[in-house]
Every structure is written in C-alpha cells, then in structure tokens.
C-alpha cells in the first residue's frame, strides 16, 4: 500500500476520553526515512501533562530513535529510545531485552503513532499483523512492551480503516487515516483538527 507524501504538519483534537490538543511536523531525516516532532497537552483524569517528541523512522517507517520530554504536577521527566541494527533497544542507554522485536514506539499521548506501524506494514484489505511497540506512558514516561494487531478493514471511500487491538487493555477500535497514512479518526480518543 503506498501513500502520499506527508504534509508539513497534522493536528489533532483530544476529545472523551481527555481533552487537550496535539501538534507534529514532518521533515526527511538524513539518510532517508523521516523525522517527526511534536507536541501534546491534555487534561486527563484530572491530571495535566504535557509530551514533547521526536521521532526519527527509517524509510521502511521502522523506529530508529526517540526522544520524548515530558511535565506533569510530579515534574520534569525524559526518555531516549534507541534502536540498533539488530533490532536491539536501549532506553536511557540501557539495553532492554523486553522491546526485542518490536519495530514502533507508540506514545499514550499521541494519535500520530498509530500512522507508525499503519505505513510500515503495508496492509491490503483482510490483512491482519501483529505490531508489538515500545509503548510510553504520558504521565510518567515510563516504557513498556505493548503487544498489539493491525488488521485492515474495507475503505470508507478514499479513506483507509484499520482495526487496533491491544488484548492486555481488553481495547478495540476502529481507526480511520487519510491518503497520507495519518489517523483522521481515532474515537475516544482524537480527531484530526488539520
């Protein structure tokens, strides 16, 4: 499945289950591939929190690297997530054994990284993959193995759907992105604001 050239930049509005807004901007990184960063806030649970990223994938859309800052009522926290050639990672330097085999970071707090694993796999209708990520938490930035599937869905016109499923979470949803490959639709959660 091939898509079209990413936009300089996409937002997003949370709505349900939080409130708050995201912002990503899209640049080549060198070597090929691409470089994400962005920015979320939200109010959740009646906490608030805010997470900064960037995100850099090959041109596969495998994670290569990212860096990721966050400020919540408990303070200031970071994480660098490093992927080796080996599909080895490192987080904070450190090798973690328990990411082996994952090839995307997922962010609780953003909706663009659901585009990660939707690009690399290159899904044609009734497909279904799994897609283990890195998964990192918004509050505290902590890091996790996240086993997840991918399946796709029939289009709704032009528009591709994908189903998500996270068995640990007891979570489904359908998920709906545009010609570029970037979540529209994420419900419960965001919907595309540009």
């Known amino acids: 499945m091939t898509f079209r050239?990413?936009?300089?930049?996409?937002?997003?509005?949370?709505?349900?289950?939080?409130?708050?807004?995201?912002?990503?901007?899209?640049?080549?990184?060198?070597?090929?591939?691409?470089?994400?960063?962005?920015?979320?806030?939200?109010?959740?649970?009646?906490q608030t929190w805010v997470v900064e990223?960037?995100?850099?994938?090959?041109?596969?859309?495998?994670?290569r690297s990212a860096r990721i800052a966050g400020r919540s009522v408990a303070g200031r926290s970071s994480r660098r997530l490093e992927v080796?050639?080996?599909?080895?990672?490192?987080?904070?330097?450190?090798?973690?054994?328990?990411?082996?085999?994952?090839?995307?970071?997922?962010?609780?707090?953003?909706?663009?990284?659901?585009?990660?694993?939707?690009?690399?796999l290159g899904l044609t209708v009734g497909d279904r993959a799994a897609a283990p990520a890195a998964w990192v938490r918004a509050l505290d930035l902590s890091v996790e193995r996240l086993e997840q599937t991918y399946s796709r869905t029939p289009n709704d016109g032009d528009r591709q759907r994908y189903e998500c499923a996270a068995p640990a979470f007891h979570f489904t949803t359908r998920l709906l992105f545009d010609e570029a490959g970037l979540v529209l639709d994420y419900p419960g959660i965001a919907v595309r604001a540009n």
Do not use: K
């Open 5 to 46: 050239h990413l936009p300089p930049t996409a937002a997003w509005q949370h709505r349900e289950a939080r409130s708050g807004f995201e912002v990503a901007y899209f640049g080549n990184a060198p070597g090929g591939g691409h470089r994400i960063s962005g920015c979320t806030t939200a109010v959740e649970d009646g």
């Open 53 to 63: 990223y960037e995100l850099r994938v090959d041109a596969t859309w495998s994670t």
């Open 84 to 120: 080796e050639d080996a599909g080895r990672w490192r987080v904070d330097g450190t090798p973690a054994p328990e990411l082996e085999g994952c090839m995307d970071v997922d962010l609780e707090s953003s909706a663009l990284t659901n585009a990660l694993p939707v690009h690399r």
